[in-house]
């Protein structure tokens, strides 16, 4: 089975209270861990982003995900995941995907064209190069994670408590939904902190015991940290939180007894 360990961390979503207030900078950075079955630590993530270097209206934001310790004995995974963004609307026009999960590779590369909505996919594996059509305002996989902690609130929330985005993904467009739970308080490493818990849909089968098998807990200051999540695999199950963070856009609210 391949390690997708780094699916939930791209699901990630946040419930805005300003849309007028970036809940991120530039030169934020956070690290995660990730445990299998809740026993032994199994890889870590990084996430960062930063100015373009080649455009000062995009951002360049970087997921690289990998295995630790025993598991690269037997399962060795390296994943990264890249995105550059427009600033204000943080529409997607350049996401990358360099994938080695146990030997299964994938080196894609897709460029968005905002006007015309279509989506170059270059396939740098296969040496294939396909245009396909995307919907407004679709995000792609890294985007999203942005695009979400400042354009919802949720006052955007329906009747059943959920949200949905078009996204665009390797040639699919498909929607996105999350289902808000609750709010409430968690023990982190950093103290107890006040969090949404949300359900994001994803699709069961390969991965997934469920469509609702990921539960993420998203700080409720104006930050939106992922701090927590939880996820049933079909063989086993994954838990992800926050180790290490730096150069929040925000005070980082602690709650004390």
Not at 161 to 190: Q, V
Request: glycine share 4%; charged share 25%.
């Amino acid at each position: 089975m391949r390690y997708y360990f780094l699916i939930p961390l791209l699901l990630l979503f946040n419930f805005s209270n300003a849309q007028n207030d970036m809940a991120f900078k530039t030169g934020e950075w956070f690290k995660y861990k990730l445990s299998y079955s809740g026993w032994f630590k199994a890889g870590e993530a990084t996430v960062n982003l930063n100015e373009d270097v080649n455009n000062n209206q995009l951002l360049h934001a970087k997921m690289i995900g990998k295995s630790t310790g025993a598991v690269n004995l037997f399962f060795k995974v390296y994943d990264r995941y890249e995105s550059y963004f427009h600033k204000k609307n943080i529409k997607p026009y350049r996401f990358l995907r360099n994938i080695n999960e146990g030997g299964y590779t994938k080196n894609i590369e897709i460029l968005f064209d905002q006007k015309t909505k279509v989506a170059k996919v270059n396939n740098f594996k296969k040496k294939s190069s396909n245009d396909f059509s995307f919907k407004e305002n679709s995000q792609d996989m890294v985007s999203v994670f942005y695009y979400l902690r400042n354009f919802f609130r949720i006052d955007d929330l329906d009747k059943n408590n959920e949200i949905a985005i078009d996204m665009f993904f390797d040639s699919e467009n498909y929607r996105l939904k999350i289902k808000y739970l609750s709010t409430e308080i968690i023990n982190t490493n950093f103290g107890k902190i006040l969090c949404h818990k949300i359900k994001p849909y994803v699709q069961s089968g390969r991965v997934f015991k469920k469509d609702e098998s990921l539960t993420m807990w998203i700080s409720a200051d104006n930050n939106r940290i992922p701090m927590k999540i939880k996820a049933d695999l079909i063989v086993g199950s994954i838990r992800i939180d926050l180790e290490a963070f730096s150069n929040l856009n925000h005070p980082f609210e602690i709650k004390f007894d």
